[in-house]
């Protein structure tokens, strides 16, 4: 493995990007060093007193594990503090996370899943951190960032990231200019740089799905399933189906070997429709990762970066994945539409 480290990359890249400022590098180590922390944190699951619920109730209706709770404060507290963040958004609170008065302040926005995965932490299977960043719009000087200064279209996005508690620690991050990977090197305390410029396949082999579902979808995503079985698909057989319930894990095993994850709408009890995941802390960043990788993440018609969101917990349908089998998905929605 090379030796480069997040930084000296992102120092190589900065180059390139003009819009690049020394302060970003320390917004990215400040999260790394978060990042480090709940990764040690996550490896002594068992041996401390980190699993179970904490017996509260997230914004989303969700209950709250001991370490979503721990790597929300982790991030807040050292965040908050990095001096380069104007206001930041996390999955398990309601609102803006104001930086206040006393601490420095700067222009970037980071939204963030603390903890990905959650049902997957208690059992030792891989779980994650996502990240997005943006800048506050130019011109806006007050201290306290608006809803809509932060609320931008999703391709505004400067940065975006996860770090997944795997098999080994890993770091994977956009800022426009490809996709990387970094592994932590435990006997350093280093992510190093282990895969450079990492693309998709265009073609998958797997799809990834809760599949317990399938009675709330509507036709389409129904047929949509059927292809991916078929031996009619581009493959000439079935693909093969891979369902960790970790969206970051999901979406870095089909990163590696080509696939597709997919979170459609259901059709719940109340009659209403919608998607699960978190359009601001799970689908964008992730959208902004995949098409850097040369592949694609939409709602089943219309592209994720291209949406502007209208509020902070706003959740989406996301198909996310190979480039090939993200345009079949769009193609057999599309044909159901006009067929209404
Ligand atoms: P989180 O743990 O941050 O709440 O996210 C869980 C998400 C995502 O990681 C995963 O893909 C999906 O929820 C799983 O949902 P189902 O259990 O409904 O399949
Ligand atoms: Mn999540
Ligand atoms: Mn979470």
């Known amino acids: ?149 932060v609320l931008q279209s999703c391709d505004k996005q400067i940065c975006s990231g996860y770090f997944i508690y795997g098999s080994s620690t890993m770091m994977v991050y956009t800022t426009g200019e490809g996709v990387h990977g970094f592994t932590l090197d435990p006997s350093v305390g280093e992510f190093l740089l282990s895969h450079e410029d990492m693309k998709i ?39 093969s189906s891979r369902y960790i319930g970790s969206l970051v894990a999901d979406f870095h095993r089909n990163l590696l070997y080509g696939g597709i994850f997919m979170y459609p709408a259901r059709t719940l009890d109340d009659g209403s429709k919608g998607g699960k995941l978190r359009l601001l802390c799970e689908a964008a960043p992730m959208a902004f990762l995949v098409e850097q990788a040369g592949g694609l993440a939409t709602d089943g018609t219309q592209r994720i970066l291209d949406y502007k969101p209208t509020e902070l917990h706003q959740r989406v349908p996301l198909f996310i994945g190979s480039r090939n089998d993200v345009e079949k998905v769009a193609e057999i929605y599309t044909k159901h539409q006009e067929q209404k």
């Open 201 to 239: 396949p265009d073609q998958g082999k797997i799809y990834s799905v809760n599949e317990a579902y399938w009675n709330s979808w509507d036709p389409a995503t129904k047929e949509v399933l059927a292809h991916f079985k078929s031996t009619t698909n581009n493959l000439g057989q079935p693909y």
């Open 1 to 149: 493995m090379s030796q480069v480290t997040v930084t000296e990359h992102l120092l190589l890249h900065q180059k390139k990007t003009p819009m690049a400022t020394g302060r970003f590098t320390s917004l990215i180590n400040e999260l790394i060093l978060s990042a480090k922390i709940i990764s040690r944190e996550v490896t002594k699951a068992g041996l401390v007193d980190v699993l179970g619920f904490t017996g509260d109730t997230n914004v989303q209706g969700e209950k709250v594990r001991k370490l979503d709770e721990f790597a929300n404060n982790v991030l807040i507290h050292r965040m908050r503090r990095s001096g380069v963040l104007c206001a930041m958004a996390s999955e398990e609170n309601g609102d803006l996370i104001h930086i206040s008065g006393d601490l420095p302040r700067g222009d970037y926005i980071l939204i963030f899943d603390p903890l990905d995965g959650s049902s997957n932490i208690d059992v030792n299977v891989s779980i994650g951190t996502i990240f997005s960043i943006y800048r506050r719009p130019l011109k806006k000087t007050g201290d306290k960032p608006s809803m809509q200064e």
